[in-house]
């Protein structure tokens, strides 16, 4: 079984910064992408940052360059997202993301974590 393990949300005020950490284990043959998503309850799961796991090429929402880093770990197949200069508009439940190839399965499949909070106070 495959399975993503998140941490490091929690509460922070307005400029703060915070770390989340996503950790993938389990029979995994191939992991090809991790990243982050975040939610809302009044709004459509979206997309924060991606990293692939083969050359690091990256990928941001717009509303986040230049304020949060997406990097990660291959041999701890872990990935983080260093988010700093944190704005209210930033709180959501943020979910763990991968893209990756299960021992047993014919073809590669999405996984989610359980979510962690990210809360940004004014």
């Known amino acids: 079984q495959v399975h993503l393990e998140e941490s490091g949300g929690g509460l922070v005020q307005t400029g703060g910064s915070l770390r989340l950490s996503c950790t993938a284990s389990g029979s995994i043959v191939s992991l090809n992408m991790m990243g982050w998503y975040r939610q809302v309850p009044e709004k459509q799961r979206e997309l924060v940052a991606t990293i692939t796991f083969t050359r690091g090429t990256t990928k941001y929402a717009d509303s986040v360059k230049d304020r949060f880093t997406i990097s990660k770990d291959n041999a701890k197949k872990t990935v983080y997202l260093q988010m700093d200069s944190l704005k209210s508009e930033d709180t959501a439940i943020y979910y763990c993301?991968?893209?990756?190839?299960?021992?047993?399965?014919?073809?590669?499949?999405?996984?989610w974590g359980q979510g962690t909070q990210v809360t940004v106070s004014s």
């Open positions: 993301w991968a893209h990756l190839l299960a021992r047993g399965s014919s073809r590669s499949s999405d996984y």
